[in-house]
């Protein structure tokens, strides 16, 4: 008879896997501007979020908790550098709508729960799985999911602000399976980020899945994930779990 493996952790990256913002980061900064009197482009504070975010990610890794920020004053930063990247450089007048994002980024109307998450959670746990998130992100993180009425599916929440290591740290993924008492063998992991989430679950020996969009998928990707792996939606996933039990990878 064929042995039959049986998953009994899923592992849950968060931001454009479950939910997504619903208007672009640009649209968010530039409308709270507006409310504080300020007119800015909002292409332009896309573009400059983009490059701000990307700058203080290499000089201070996992919101700089090493060197001694907090993932607010992290935030913080990122908007002040936004704007004056965007041409705003009067610091004093953007503190204000820094410290409104920060607050309305932890706010459920914010976001927006994808096509099919909920729906997917609730038949995961029918069937008996046990749920984590593990998800590159602040202590936020819990009240969104509360706010949006996802927190009830998880037995716990480990961001990288709390463990400490961000994706694709192999760190993270180990305290997840620690915490859940299970081997990665039995586990799999779910997210959309190839490299954080595909390749860093699988490093430490979980099963991955890939929630990929409509867009033609990247060559190098392409050739490395089997068919099987990818989910063009969450609906997608049970029957690959199904799939993934009776043939193991
Ligand atoms: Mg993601």
Redo the contacts with the bound molecule.
């Keep these: 008879m064929a042995h039959r493996l049986q998953i009994r952790l899923l592992t849950w990256?968060?931001?454009?896997?479950l939910l997504r913002l619903r208007h672009p980061v640009g649209e968010e900064y530039a409308s709270k501007a507006r409310a504080h009197g300020l007119e800015v482009e909002a292409a332009s504070l896309g573009q400059a979020f983009r490059q701000a975010y990307r700058a203080q990610s290499l000089s201070f890794p996992n919101y700089g908790l090493s060197q001694g920020l907090t993932s607010r004053r992290w935030w913080v930063d990122v908007v002040l550098q936004t704007f004056y990247l965007a041409g705003v450089r009067d610091a004093q007048a953007v503190t204000p709508i820094a410290e409104q994002l920060y607050e309305d980024f932890s706010k459920p109307f914010t976001w927006q729960v994808l096509e099919g998450a909920e729906a997917t959670l609730r038949e995961c746990r029918k069937r008996g799985l046990r749920l984590a998130v593990v998800s590159n992100f602040d202590r936020r993180l819990e009240d969104i999911l509360m706010g949006l009425g996802l927190r009830e599916y998880f037995d716990f929440v480990l961001t990288s602000e709390a463990s400490g290591w961000p994706k694709p740290d192999p760190r993270i993924f180990r305290e997840a399976l620690r915490l859940a008492q299970v081997e990665p063998a039995v586990a799999a992991h779910i997210?959309?980020?190839y490299p954080?989430?595909y390749k860093g679950a699988r490093a430490v020996g979980m099963h991955s899945f890939l929630v990929v969009n409509p867009e033609p998928l990247d060559a190098a990707i392409k050739d490395s994930v089997s068919q099987e792996c990818l989910l063009p939606s969450l609906s997608h996933l049970l029957p690959a779990l199904d799939h993934l039990e009776v043939s193991p990878l």
């Design positions: 990256d968060v931001k454009d896997t997210g959309d980020s954080c989430d």
